[in-house]
């Protein structure tokens, strides 16, 4: 294979890339039109890369890196609050999307991880943190508790607490201008209830 080398050292570097860029990276190299589809189904063969989902793949058999076959995004609900440190019981990769793709749970290696929809005006409020090699979009504290409340997670109201008292009053009351209404309103009074 004679791109082997180079394909897989550009694209070990990301967490996963899609079929688009493969067949981007063969044409700069004047490859024959379908090479991309050989050089995947050799890769997968031979199990150096994994694949998420139609058109996804990744080097990494890590769950957590999945969130890049759907850009944009970000991790959020009890996954953020794992990754944050603020809730200790294992969790599967939430991935929450504005992408209009199906909800609902998805496998990746036998590991299960969720995709949720969400309104793009509603895609907002997360930062990177180092997960492993790479960086991933995770929701921050704030958004955590609004996307609880927007999808009617419900968790324990010890985790609540923490975070309520752990969020930033200002970034919480900015994020609140921009939400409608009725969640706003629902919210406010479930904050109130924890006393913050």
């Known amino acids: 294979m004679k791109f082997m080398k180079q394909f897989i050292e550009e694209f070990s570097k990301k967490p996963a890339f899609g079929i688009d860029e493969v067949k981007t990276f063969i044409r700069r190299r004047n490859a024959s039109e379908g090479y991309h589809k050989l050089l995947i189904q050799n890769l997968l063969k031979s199990g150096r890369i994994y694949k998420i989902t139609r058109g996804a793949y990744t080097f990494y058999d890590e769950v957590q890196y999945v969130g890049f076959a759907f850009p944009p995004f970000y991790y959020g609900l009890e996954d953020a609050l794992s990754l944050r ?3 200790e019981q ?5 991935i929450i999307t504005p992408r209009k793709v199906r909800n609902g749970i998805r496998q990746f290696d036998s ?3 969720l995709v949720r929809r969400i309104k793009r005006d ?4 997360y930062t990177l943190l180092k997960y492993e090699q790479f960086y991933i979009p995770v929701s921050d504290i704030e958004k955590t508790l609004i996307d609880l409340v927007y999808f009617d997670i419900r968790i324990p109201d010890e985790i609540i607490s923490t975070v309520i008292k752990k969020m930033n009053r200002e970034t919480f009351n ?3 201008t921009e939400l409608p209404q009725y969640l706003s309103n629902r919210i406010r009074i479930i904050v109130r209830k924890k006393k913050w």
């Open 111 to 113: 590991r299960n991880y």
């Open 90 to 94: 294992e969790t599967n990769p939430v």
């Open 174 to 176: 900015s994020y609140l």
């Open 122 to 125: 509603m895609f907002f409020g």
């Open 85 to 87: 440190g603020l809730w």
